[in-house]
Structure formats: C-alpha cells, structure tokens
C-alpha cells in the first residue's frame, strides 16, 4: 500500500504506477482505497482525468518515503543505511556506479570547540538575527548561503549565495540556474534524496540546528563526479511573511570526521577550493565562548 501511494504520488498516472510495480492498474488502485480507509483521508483525487495528491495526501507522502526506505534498509534492499547512536545519525548510501557516501552528524557544540570561521560566524548571524532570514545580521553570511522553502513536491531554491560551496563546487553557471528549482528534479531516487536532504525537514520545522561532516560524489564545475568532504550547517529560519526556511551553510574541507571513511578514501582537494580560511569573514568572527574542559562524550 505504502508503494503504490509512493509511486502513484510521482507518476500522477495509474498505468504509469503499475507498470512500475508490476502488477495491474485495478491492485494499484485498490492499495491506494485501503490505505485510505486505514488513515481515514483521501490520498488523491481525480481532476480532469488526472490523479492529484489532496493536501492531507501532500503532508503524509514523505512520511510513506520514509518509512519505505527504514523498511528496505531492515531487509538488506536498501542502499541506503541509517545507523543512530546517541541521538546522532550515521548515513551511508551506494550509488548503481558502487561509489559510496557518507554522512556523520556532530554536535552542534563542536562548532564552539573547533568550529570553521564559516561555522562560527554563520551560528553567530542566525543567533543574533533570531532566526529572521532577512535581518542585517545575515547579511554577512548571504553570500554563502543556500536558502530553500519546502513545497508539497519538495525543496525549491530560493537563493544560492555566489560564495557558496555549491556555487564554487558545482560552478556558478548551474548555481544560478538553480533559483526556483526543486532539488530532486534531477530524478536520482529517493535513497540519495534522503542521504542529501533526508535531516532538512526536522530542522525546517523545528526551526533548529544541525551540523553533518559529509563525503560525497558530486559533479565538479558541470563534469563529471569528484569526491568530496564538506561540513553542512542547517539553520532553521523565517521569511518577513512569517513562513518558513532552511538556510544551509556548506563548507568545503578536509577536517571532517566520518568513522566509516578511511585515511585511504580521503580525497585531496585542490587548495583553490578549500573554504577553512575566508578572508571575508576573518575580521568578523569573535570567539563563540570556550569550555573550560572539551569533553570526550561531546566530540
């Protein structure tokens, strides 16, 4: 039932979403009427001959992703694994080509103890703008900064600051092309989807915080896929209207930590490209207050 809400909700077409399961027309829809008495909502409706998600079918579809993904992981189908210790999630993904992606969240404190400047002056704007994208207190952080509103279809581009870790890895020319865009138009399936953009959701509604050290394959300037380790940042924040956005700081480096990557995968990045030191900001930045101690249990 799950998968045939999951699949119907992407193809909008019964024969579509059959023919991607493998079975007829008359058990999609039948899945979709049962799943529907169970939650007792209406999932879809029918305009003009064409299926469309109803609101309260929008808001459960990335819950049903979800828990299709925790369910083919559990089952060895997945190529997407999700491991939490101590409240803090571990994400490895395998692409078809068999390069694999890592994900390792950190405490935000860590920020505090070792943080990049980037980092730090990025906590510091969001703290003191109180969470208000457009606050003057953003402004020195707007040109790195990746700005996304969530929609019923997903995560659209609002603003891609031009010196950002995705404008300077993937190229300016992709960068503002990008504005408007859902994120996953690329159509690289829901396990990548949710490697990548599987934590926004959480911080977008909460309006919190959250810091992962990533190694990924990624596109280089419009070429071919690279590997890559980045620090990500996810701030919650508002629009002046009072709805909701997620800012997404990125900084390209070599200091991550990421238990599942070896000293031998590590990949060497150009010096060009590396965001440790921004002259920019390096007058800005005042020390976020240290502990008199770092904890081990925090690191």
């Known amino acids: 039932m799950l998968r045939a809400f999951v699949c119907l909700s992407r193809h909008l077409n019964l024969s579509k979403a059959s023919d991607e399961l493998g079975t007829t027309r008359q058990t999609v829809r039948r899945h979709i009427t049962d799943l529907e008495v169970i939650l007792e909502q209406k999932l879809f409706e029918v305009v003009d001959r064409q299926y469309e998600l109803t609101p309260e079918g929008s808001e459960r579809i990335e819950e049903a992703q979800k828990l299709i993904l925790q369910l083919d992981s ?9 491991k939490t210790k101590a409240g803090l999630e571990k994400l490895e993904y395998t692409d078809k080509e068999g390069r694999s992606f890592h994900s390792q969240q950190h405490p935000v ?9 980037l980092m730090k002056s990025a ?14 207190a953003m ?3 707007r040109p790195y900064m990746v700005l996304f509103r969530k929609v019923p279809a997903g995560w659209v581009f609002v603003h891609v600051g031009k010196e950002s870790a995705y404008a300077r890895w993937f190229g300016w020319t992709w960068a503002s092309s990008a504005i408007g865009k859902l994120i996953n138009e690329d159509n690289v399936g829901d396990e990548y989807n949710e490697f990548i953009g599987g934590a926004y959701s959480r911080i977008y509604e909460e309006g919190g915080v959250r810091l992962d050290h990533i ?8 070429g071919q896929p690279h590997p890559g380790t980045f620090q990500r940042l996810l701030l919650g ?4 209207d009072g709805t909701p956005g997620l800012i997404l700081m990125a900084s390209i480096t070599e200091q991550v930590e990421i238990d599942a990557l070896s000293e031998a995968d590590r990949p060497k ?9 921004l002259p920019a900001l390096s007058n800005s930045v005042t020390q976020l207050p240290q502990p008199r101690k ?3 249990s925090i690191l």
């Open 237 to 240: 924040g508002v629009f002046p």
């Open 269 to 277: 990045i150009d010096a060009d490209m590396i965001m440790d030191t």
């Open 109 to 117: 404190s860590q920020i505090a103890i070792n943080g990049l400047p």
């Open 294 to 296: 770092a904890s081990h």
């Open 123 to 136: 906590l510091m704007a969001w703290g003191n703008a109180k969470t208000q994208i457009e606050h003057e």
């Open 74 to 82: 559990w089952a060895g189908q997945s190529a997407l694994t999700k």
């Open 139 to 141: 402004d020195e952080i």
């Open 215 to 222: 190694f990924a394959h990624l596109p280089k300037d419009g």
